[in-house]
């Protein structure tokens, strides 16, 4: 398998620009996790889905942060409009759980390096 | 709201060395835990997996670790290697919620 695959893996944007970052899971994982990582706050869970449907959000810093999963294959997470405060590495994770597979591992893309000017 | 801690913050140890990192959460009703290792600039890799009803898990020179009741694992690493340093992480899954939560890390440097 090829895991899991973001991008863009760096992305250099101006303030106010909107950013959209994309993920594509482990094929056949049901949960699916966006993470920011920065010096200050370590890793912090900004959203995850299941089978496609948002559990928790609470995560989300602002309602500038928007995420998406249209299909079992896709995610998107959108900043609009950014700002500085937002630099930091985002990371998606995937996981399979189910009743017959019952490890919950968790499996990380290399992240998109985000920078707001 | 579970929290994780990670003690030491840093370590640095010379080749050949045995050495324990330490992760303590706030609550136990955790559904399983895991070990990550981060190298600088790159993603995380799993390293360990330990679920709710395991006491330990293994897998080379590495061993981890699990007291529920108490609150705590510990990653050990034997014979340490200058090719272990990196940063290590542990995230505990709270049960019910599947929400890992993340430790700030132990950053550990190995001296050839």
């Known amino acids: 398998d090829a895991g899991v695959i973001q991008s863009p893996r760096h992305e250099v944007t101006e303030m106010g620009q909107e950013v959209t970052l994309r993920c594509k899971p482990i094929s056949g994982h049901d949960y699916l996790f966006w993470y920011r990582q920065t010096m200050m706050r370590g890793l912090e869970l900004l959203i995850y889905?299941?089978?496609?449907?948002?559990?928790?959000d609470s995560g989300m810093p602002e309602d500038r942060f928007s995420a998406k999963m249209p299909n079992a294959s896709f995610s998107t997470l959108k900043i609009q409009p950014s700002e500085p405060r937002d630099s930091a590495v985002y990371f998606c994770?995937?996981?399979?759980?189910?009743?017959?597979?019952?490890?919950?591992?968790?499996?990380f893309g290399e992240g998109s390096r985000l920078t707001v000017l | 709201k579970q929290e994780v801690t990670q003690i030491p913050a840093a370590l640095s140890v010379p080749e050949g060395e045995n050495l324990v990192l330490n992760c303590s959460f706030t609550d136990s009703a955790i559904y399983n835990l895991q070990w990550f290792r981060q190298d600088p600039g790159k993603g995380l890799t799993s390293l360990l997996l330990i679920q709710s009803s395991q006491r330990e898990q293994t897998s080379g020179r590495l061993n981890a670790s699990l007291d529920k009741s108490s609150g705590r694992s510990t990653l050990y690493i034997a014979a340490s290697q200058p090719g272990d340093s990196a940063t290590y992480l542990c995230?505990?899954?709270?049960?019910?919620?599947?929400?890992?939560?993340f430790g700030t890390g132990t950053r550990l440097k190995v001296l050839a």
């Open positions: 889905f299941n089978n496609n449907v948002p559990i928790d």
């Open positions: 995230a505990v899954c709270s049960s019910g919620t599947y929400k890992y939560i």
């Open positions: 994770a995937s996981s399979l759980e189910s009743l017959w597979v019952n490890t919950g591992e968790l499996f």
